[in-house]
C-alpha cells in the first residue's frame, strides 16, 4: 500500500513486479483479495499491456490527511 501511495496509479503487473524487487512472497489470490478489500486501494480503470487489459490500481487520495477509516469493515 505504501508503494501504492507513492508510486500510484499502477497496473498489477508493476505491483507484482515491485513486490517481487523487493523479495516479498507473491500469491496472486492474496494479492487480488487485498487490493479489492482494501479500503484504502480504488480500481481506476484499465491498461491494455501486449494486448491484455490489466487492471489499474491507486491509493484512494479523496481520504484527506485528518480522515479516519473505519478498520471494523
Known sequence: MGWL?????????EITEAMQ???????????NKALRKSPFIIHCGFQKVDGHDLSQWDF??????GDEINRTE
Open 5 to 13: 501511495r507513492e508510486n500510484g496509479p499502477a497496473s498489477t503487473r
Open 60 to 65: 484512494d487520495r479523496s481520504l484527506g490527511e
Open 21 to 31: 524487487h523487493k523479495g516479498l512472497e507473491l500469491r496472486a489470490h492474496v494479492l
